[in-house]
């Protein structure tokens, strides 16, 4: 046996590479890594793919000797990185762009490296402290108070699923209720809200969709009156969704008004503040978002408005003591996790026991660049919108969308008298953009039009990203003219 043990540590010992090994494989991992940032000033936004080339990587060897350092880098440089669309990019003005903060990244390394237990307090307390203190921070920024909490999760649709099983909890629902249970949303409320009703086991309870005025933003007096009538009609009003910038449109909500219905009603009232939220750093933000702090809970994306890597949104409750009544647990082996902290950890009040230490990722950038930077950045985006809004409207045969709230602008090219013919163009439009990639826009619908959106929410885009847009705008939509 001592033989064997022996060969095996000999064997095993290989998964702690040596100084010398570890820094060949850092050396790599950080050239690779600068020449990555360096070169996105003129990278592409989008890079077309054929599957066949993607499909490739599936059958990458997985083999029992392992190969070297270098070789396993080329094949994420030269495979895995490059197809599709460049997050990285500030020239990608599609869906919500994230950030990509390069100090972030550090604190992701640092946080592997140490791989402090982020769920317990009794295990890792400075992780757990971190994270509590970005929470504490949140709250701050919300005007929140002392009795909220909440905790870094995955993303937008992981922290809302975890709010909506809150509000159930708090609201007493159980089984027999669901069909009767009335939560009220608009049509720009993000398909995540309807997906965690359904994982949350209540598909079944009433969707009110209320309606939006000109500007997709929901109509108060509409949302009374739909909870007045199930109130007579018998049904249990139960939770309204309000958008703090919805993802298509950028609407925001007026979420004061509708605080005053919710407390009026006895209904919880939460806000999806994923895209929108850090515009509360800015003052028309602050102004715009007036309310937030009446929610009951209230989910924002660090990885949007904050720019940090994909992988971090954030849940804040302002009675923590209800998440932690919907994640309550007994556990012999946990017992001697049970310290008085003075905070929640974690495993408390989410889903998730081992977790990713987040807090470092997003500690790092505010402890490093402070609040102005990041501020700067947010009004700048603002800004942006706003400018690029007012130079497409001086553009021919150019029609834009409702004026932008946040930072999504919208618009379409309508060159032709019949509206079908122009959907057409736009599409081929769009088809020649992706080809070309330096710019990325997506796509969506105004009652039943094809419209381009352009959302500004990269820490990377500034003036002359927002001008390349428009002169490859002009470029391509000449180009296509010419080729019919
Ligand atoms: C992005 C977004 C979500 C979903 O968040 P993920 O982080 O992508 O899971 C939910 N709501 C809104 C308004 C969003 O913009």
Avoid at 26 to 45: G, T
Avoid at 72 to 79: E, R, W, Y
Avoid at 107 to 125: E, F, I, K, M, W
Avoid at 233 to 247: M, R
Wanted: net charge negative; proline share 5%.
């Amino acid at each position: 046996m001592e033989n064997r043990l022996v060969q095996l540590e000999k064997l095993s010992r290989q998964l702690e590479p040596l100084r010398d090994e570890r820094e060949l494989l850092q050396k790599l991992a950080v050239q690779y890594s600068n020449q990555f940032l360096d070169e996105q000033q003129d990278a592409p936004a989008y890079t077309p793919f054929t599957k066949n080339v993607v499909n490739t990587l599936l059958e990458d060897p997985i083999t029992e000797a392992g190969v070297l350092p270098g070789e396993a880098l080329k094949i994420f440089g030269d495979q895995v990185v490059p197809p599709g669309l460049n997050l990285t990019s500030g020239r990608h003005f599609g869906y919500i762009p994230g950030g990509g903060l390069s100090v972030a990244a550090i604190g992701d390394y640092l946080a592997a490296v140490t791989n402090r237990y982020a769920g317990v307090y009794s295990s890792s307390p400075g992780a757990v402290a971190l994270e509590t203190r970005m929470i504490y921070w949140l709250a701050e920024l919300f005007g929140y108070p002392e009795t909220s909490g909440g905790y870094l999760a995955s993303g937008g649709s992981h922290a809302n699923l975890t709010a909506i099983v809150a509000a159930r909890d708090s609201k007493k629902l159980k089984a027999a209720d669901f069909s009767k249970a009335v939560v009220y949303i608009t049509a720009q409320t993000h398909h995540c809200v309807a997906r965690a009703l359904n994982i949350a086991g209540m598909s079944e309870c009433v969707h009110r969709y209320i309606p939006m005025d000109d500007q997709f933003r929901m109509v108060p007096e509409k949302l009374d009156e739909a909870i007045s009538e199930d109130l007579n009609g018998g049904l249990i009003p139960w939770l309204i969704v309000a958008s703090a910038g919805s993802t298509d449109a950028g609407a925001v909500d007026p979420l004061a008004d509708i605080a005053v219905i919710a407390r009026k009603h006895g209904l919880w009232f939460h806000v999806d503040a994923a895209y929108g939220g850090f515009f509360m750093l800015t003052e028309k933000g602050k102004r715009m978002l007036k309310g937030i702090e009446e929610s009951d809970s209230l989910v924002v994306d660090p990885h949007k408005g904050l720019f940090l890597p994909y992988g971090t949104g954030a849940l804040l409750v302002k009675e923590a003591k209800k998440i932690a009544f919907s994640h309550r647990f007994e556990a012999s082996y946990m017992n001697d996790t049970k310290v008085d902290s003075g905070m929640y950890s974690p495993a408390e009040i989410s889903p998730e026991l081992s977790k990713h230490f987040r807090a470092v990722r997003m500690w790092l950038p505010l402890k490093i660049h402070g609040i102005t930077a990041l501020r700067a950045a947010l009004e700048e985006k603002l800004l942006l919108a706003k400018y690029l809004s007012e130079k497409l409207e001086e553009m021919d045969q150019i029609e834009t969308g409702p004026a932008p709230q946040l930072s999504v602008v919208m618009f379409r090219w309508t060159p032709d008298p019949d509206e079908i013919v122009n959907d057409e163009l736009n599409r081929s439009l769009h088809k020649l953009l992706l080809e070309d990639g330096r710019i990325f826009l997506s796509t969506t619908q105004i009652g039943g039009r094809f419209f381009f959106r352009a959302a500004i929410l990269s820490a990377r885009t500034h003036l002359s990203e927002v001008d390349t847009l428009l002169s490859v705008l002009r470029e391509k939509k000449e180009e296509l003219l010419k080729s019919l």
